[in-house]
């Protein structure tokens, strides 16, 4: 059975992908309306929704492990990790997917620009994984934190309530000893 991160990558970039799809269809439509379809502009354009679906699916993700508080979350520190891997592997399957789509449009016309870099993809992910990294960082600190301060509170409980046993005893043994002694 996957894990519950597993689950989250899977479904966000099910969501991201199919809006990177409805996203491109909609740049058609609007091309072929302003008769710029078979324009390199399109590429471009087309090329530029790949990078923006990379943000697209790291603000998901953050979302995503906003969603619970920290004590009560199903992540660990690890899932933050795995996401940051899953933001690199996502950036080739927006990029393929749109070069796709632009394939499917050109065919072959233009065909270097298609399969050449998509601008701006290496940002997006550096920017995703910095996210990723600073949400794992606060996480961390968070959940540490509150071990740390609840482990402190169980000592110092057990503390107090061995000095308010003692106490009761020292004041019981003079009590009785007042009570023997007169």
């Known amino acids: 059975m996957p894990s519950y991160i597993d ?3 899977r479904h966000a970039k099910q969501r991201v992908l199919e809006n990177l799809q409805s996203e491109m269809e909609q740049l058609f439509a609007r091309r072929a309306h302003e008769g710029l379809l078979h324009s390199g502009s399109t590429i471009t354009a ?20 906003s969603e619970f508080p920290v004590l009560h979350s199903p992540f660990d520190v690890e899932d933050f990790e795995s996401a940051k891997r899953e933001v690199s592997i996502f950036s080739t399957e927006a990029a393929f997917e749109a070069k796709q789509a632009l394939g499917k449009l050109f065919g072959d016309k ?7 870099p998509i601008e701006g993809i290496e940002a997006a992910i550096s920017d995703a994984q910095i ?13 540490s934190f509150w071990k740390w301060a609840l482990g402190d509170l ?20 003079q009590a009785f000893a007042k009570q023997f002694l007169s």
Do not use: C, P
């Open 110 to 116: 233009h065909a270097s620009l298609i399969e050449g």
């Open 46 to 65: 087309g090329k530029a929704l790949a990078a923006k679906a990379v943000a697209d699916f790291a603000h998901e993700l953050n979302d995503r492990f």
């Open 131 to 143: 996210s990723l990294e600073g949400k794992r960082i606060a996480f961390a600190s968070e959940r």
């Open 154 to 173: 169980k000592k110092r409980v057990w503390s107090a309530s061995l000095l308010a046993v003692g106490g009761a005893v020292t004041l019981g043994v």
């Open 7 to 9: 689950q989250v990558l």
